[in-house]
């Protein structure tokens, strides 16, 4: 079983809405930053950061700050990452990843410490 279970991917069309979940039952999410990736189609592609939240901080990294949004749970168990007005070019893998409390973000693929198995979202036009 991994660290990180990533779950809400799924299909929507152009406008739609989808919120993503990552959870873990065995790493403390309290000593961690966690956040989102994502890996467009393509072999070659890389997965790059989305957005952060961890030890006060909490922020979208990018153009998509104005759709997207990344919330925790009251309990500290889940991350969310909240995606409105979904547009084609969203479509990628989404991955779940943790650093190190003391990380910036974004950070290197060398300084994830955990990864999730990820999760697809597609949209259509």
């Known amino acids: 079983q991994g660290q990180l279970v990533e779950s809400g991917g799924g299909s929507v069309q152009a406008g739609g809405s989808l919120t993503l979940s990552c959870e873990s039952s065995?790493?403390?999410?309290?000593?961690?930053?966690v956040g989102w990736f994502r890996q467009f189609p393509g072999k070659d592609a890389e997965r790059r950061a989305v957005?952060?939240?961890?030890?006060?901080?909490?922020y979208v990294i990018g153009s998509d700050e104005g759709r997207f949004a990344i919330s925790q749970d009251n309990l500290g168990k889940r991350i969310y990452l909240h995606m409105n007005n979904l547009k084609p070019e969203d479509t990628a893998t989404y991955y779940c990843?943790?650093?190190?409390?003391?990380?910036?973000?974004?950070?290197?693929?060398?300084?994830?410490?955990?990864w999730g198995q990820g999760t697809q979202v597609t949209v259509s036009s």
């Open positions: 990843a943790a650093t190190s409390i003391e990380e910036t973000w974004p950070p290197k693929s060398t300084d994830i410490r955990y």
């Open positions: 065995i790493l403390d999410f309290s000593t961690l930053r």
């Open positions: 957005a952060v939240i961890g030890d006060g901080i909490s």
